[in-house]
């Protein structure tokens, strides 16, 4: 049940990693503004709790939720960061290698979490895939750059983040420790209000000019509205399937199916690119199709060994 979960978490993050950066490039969205309207959205969630959500026991456990929601949203600002400096065909794949690293590091120190000999090598063919499909060939860079290196702390923030809500899906039911996390993660965005990108926008006089630049930059009014609606929703409904997914399976393996997700990304750039270059375009030489070809094969092959 968690592999399906994850399987089909992972492609709908793909679909909106796109979204993400069409909408970053696009729109010109600073990355702070970009996680304040990522995360401050999510308050909402609050409204739940009369419905059968438990309050946390102990200082310790509301800690725990704290440091899921604020290292979720942290990374999140790192990933943007990273998109912003970098293709997403290649920065997403380093963020996917990243957090199962850690992930399973944090696991054995803290979490004392067993794994057999088959899916400790399942993950170090996810991750090593991962790792050939992020370095990066192209009239901007060689190899790593500065936007590598938010993706190496984006991927250590979404491990802390994972490691740390499995401690509360352990002790709690799964709606209880998704809606103390994320409500967080909405804390983190008022937090955000501080920053210059973020007051600037939304108190300067010139604001409402600034929020039609994000929300009408696109061929049309409807279609960028309709574009950042489908964004968020997405966005949620796959970060449900994960986070469930954590709860009922083993965080390191769930994680390490994130290599998943960047196969389908790079399918997806290839398409968009082939088909409708003037939207979204990404270049690739001969040697990056083979170099991706390899990796994808790499991390088919790391899935067969969990199945």
């Known amino acids: 049940m968690w592999l399906i979960l994850s399987i089909v978490g992972y492609i709908i993050l793909a679909v909106v990693s796109i979204m993400d950066k069409y909408l970053l490039s696009q729109a010109k969205v600073k990355p702070a503004l970009y996680t304040f309207y990522s995360s401050v959205f999510v308050l909402p969630i609050l409204l739940a709790v009369p419905f059968g959500v438990s309050f946390l026991n102990s200082p310790f456990d509301w800690c725990m939720a704290l440091l899921s929601g604020v290292t979720f949203a942290l990374a999140m600002w790192a990933m943007f960061l990273g998109l912003e400096k970098s293709e997403v065909s290649h920065i997403g794949p380093l963020i996917g290698a990243a957090t199962p690293f850690f992930v399973v590091l944090f696991s054995r120190l803290f979490m004392t979490e067993i794994l057999s000999s088959r899916q400790f090598l399942a993950i170090i063919f996810l991750i090593v895939g991962s790792l050939v499909i992020s370095f990066e060939k192209s009239k901007k860079y060689s190899g790593w750059h500065l936007g590598m290196l938010w993706g190496v702390l984006s991927g250590l923030l979404f491990a802390i983040s994972h490691v740390s809500v499995k401690y509360l899906y352990a002790h709690y039911d799964f709606l209880s420790g998704f ?30 000019d600034k929020i039609k630049n994000i929300f009408f930059s696109a061929t049309s009014p409807s279609d960028s509205i309709f574009l950042v609606g489908v964004d968020k929703i997405l966005s949620v409904i796959g970060i449900i399937l994960i986070q469930y997914a954590i709860s009922i399976g083993s965080v390191s393996l769930v994680n390490a199916l994130n290599g998943l997700q960047y196969v389908f990304l790079i399918i997806l750039v290839l398409v968009l690119s082939r088909f409708w270059p003037k939207k979204f375009k990404e270049d690739y030489s001969k040697g990056e199709l083979f170099q991706e070809i390899i990796a994808s094969a790499i991390i088919v092959f790391g899935l067969f060994l969990l199945v």
């Open 179 to 208: 809606v103390w996390t994320r409500a967080a993660i909405g804390l983190m965005g008022i937090f955000l209000l501080c920053h210059p990108a973020v007051y600037q926008t939304l108190f300067f006089p010139k604001f409402i």
